[in-house]
Structures are given as C-alpha cells and as structure tokens.
C-alpha cells in the first residue's frame, strides 16, 4: 500500500476490520532517497508479504515492472482520489487489476481508455482522525473557507458572502485574488482545521471550475472534514449530492450566489439549529461514509452504490 496521509486513513480503518495491514509511503522514501526509495518500498513489501496491495498514484514512482513482479500472483487495486491523471497514472492503472476513482464522472472516461475494471468509490470519513477541534477566539468568524484561490470561479461568491458577514479565507494560491476576499492565512495542514471548523459559524464548500456544477455525485473531500469535524457545512450543490447528505438534515446545499446568501443568513440567525445540523451531518458521516465503509466495499469488489442520474 502506497501510503500518505489519506492512505494512512485505509491502513487504520483495514485494521479497525482486522486485517493485517501495513503502509509503505514512497513518496517520502522517493524525497529522502531518490531512485533508490523505489527500491527500498519493494524490499519492505515482500518482506511484508501481502495479499493484496493497494496503490495510491504514488505507487506510480515504484514503476508498472516492479509492481507487476511484486505483485505476481496478489490482488493489486487502485484507488484514485483526484480529478484528473498525473502522468504514469493511467499506466499504473492498467497494470493493476481492479481501478476505483473517488469522482462518479470519471468513470465512464476512464472505462474508454481502457480501464474497465473503473469503479466509483467516493473518500470518507476516519473516525480516527476526523474529530472536532476546539474553537478558539482568533479563529471566530462567521464564515470559513479553506481552500487554493487560483480558481476566479469562486471570487464573486466569496466577495459577496464577504460583504454580507464576516468571512475568513485560508489556504494557497490567493496573490492575485480580489481586495474584497478576505484572505488571513495559507495552507491549514493537520488538526488546525479541525479548530477552524470548530471557530467558524458556517464552513464552506465552493467548486473552483463551472464544470463541477455538472458533475455528478461530485463530492469534495473538503465536505467529508467537515461533516467529520462536527461543522456546519455549506456547499455547492451538484445533481445526485443528496445521496451523500440531505439539505437541512446534515448540511446545506446552494445553486447560487443568492441561495448561498440566504442560507448564511437562515444558519447565523438560528445558533442552535446550526449546530444541530452539525451534530446530525457529523452522526450520518460516521454512520454511513466513513472509510471502514469505503474500504468493506473495495474490499469485496463492489463499489459505491450509487443510483444513475436521472433524465430530465
């Protein structure tokens, strides 16, 4: 198993099954010793001896021979979680046996290139990890957005909630973004965005590009932290998202600025329903998406089962 942080989530929730299970991290073996990291990764995994080996897309610098000799006779699966393939990606995949890509839209994409064994298999919640910070007085706002602002996709919805309330922005890529966003951070790693969830009245979803507007079921990991943290989670709403969450039970759901606006407004106004819905989305988070979930279904060869969209 390729391990780095959300692939750190898989190893605890296969023990939590009772799986013995281990991570090999190549990306952090590759940056300490370069070609010889690959090398290193391998003899740790046969000593290890699995049965089955489960890749991230760094598994991609251990290279596709060295993976199918150390795979011979193992079960080897992939489980993609961004958007588009870094390059070797498509490769690694076809020298696995089974693919499962974390966006419903890929698939069909992905089975045209070649990879039919694609499956849908959304990321989740760890119960281990994904806990509620502490809230925390320079931290209060009404309104938290973590993520990169190289997307002007998200600016006028940001401006906007920024006029209305009080709004604090954090992560990346933000140095050319309008004066009106209010921007007070970079990049949240670790527990600290649990406490930003905790401080925060509302914490917010925006896509970065139009075309996820119709993408279905095209859930961020950014609203799985959430729910998971225990925050009240305001996203973008896409078809087929309510069969993630459902709007006004476990969080809110916009198709516009305007929808955005007035769901701030309805949440800030009503402290103890807002954290009501906290709690609940938090509950069905762990009830039903948490990566034990995830990993039973990967496990068994299924994936996640979602219903088609419907025709309109």
């Not at 942080?5 to 940056?31: N, P």
Request: with cysteine.
């Amino acid at each position: 198993m390729a391990s780095h942080r959300t692939e750190d989530a898989l190893v605890r929730a296969a023990r939590r099954l009772g799986h013995r299970a281990e991570g090999f991290d190549v990306l952090r073996w590759h940056r300490r010793l370069g070609t010889v990291g690959a090398s290193h990764v391998a003899r740790r995994l046969e000593a290890f001896h699995p049965d089955i080996v489960l890749c991230t897309r760094h598994a991609v610098r251990l290279g596709t021979d060295r993976l199918a000799t150390l795979c011979r006779d193992r079960r080897v699966i992939l489980w993609f979680f961004d958007t588009q393939p870094q390059p070797g990606v498509l490769e690694l995949a076809r020298a696995c046996d089974e693919v499962y890509l974390t966006y419903a839209g890929l698939v069909a994409t992905w089975r045209e290139a070649g990879i039919t064994s694609a499956r849908f298999l959304p990321q989740g919640v760890d119960p281990d990890l994904d806990r509620p910070g502490t809230a925390q007085p320079a931290l209060a706002c009404d309104i938290s957005f973590v993520g990169s602002g190289q997307y002007p996709y998200r600016w006028p919805l940001l401006e906007r909630l920024a006029a209305a309330h009080d709004l604090q922005v954090r992560g990346p890529g933000w140095d050319t973004a309008p004066a009106g966003i209010p921007v007070v951070g970079g990049e949240v790693r670790g527990p600290a965005l649990a406490d930003i969830i905790a401080s925060a009245g509302i914490s917010l979803g925006a896509h970065a590009v139009p075309e996820q507007a119709e993408e279905y079921a095209s859930a961020s990991n950014r609203m799985w932290k959430i729910l998971g943290a225990g925050g009240a989670y305001l996203g973008a709403w896409v078809p087929g998202i309510e069969h993630f969450a459902g709007d006004r039970e476990h969080c809110r759901w916009y198709r516009s600025v305007e929808e955005a606006l007035d769901a701030c407004a309805e949440l800030l106004a009503d402290p103890d329903e807002r954290r009501a819905m906290a709690e609940r989305g938090r509950a069905h988070a762990l009830a039903h998406h948490s990566y034990d979930r995830r990993l039973a279904l990967l496990l068994e060869g299924s994936d996640y089962p979602l219903p088609p969209p419907t025709s309109t």
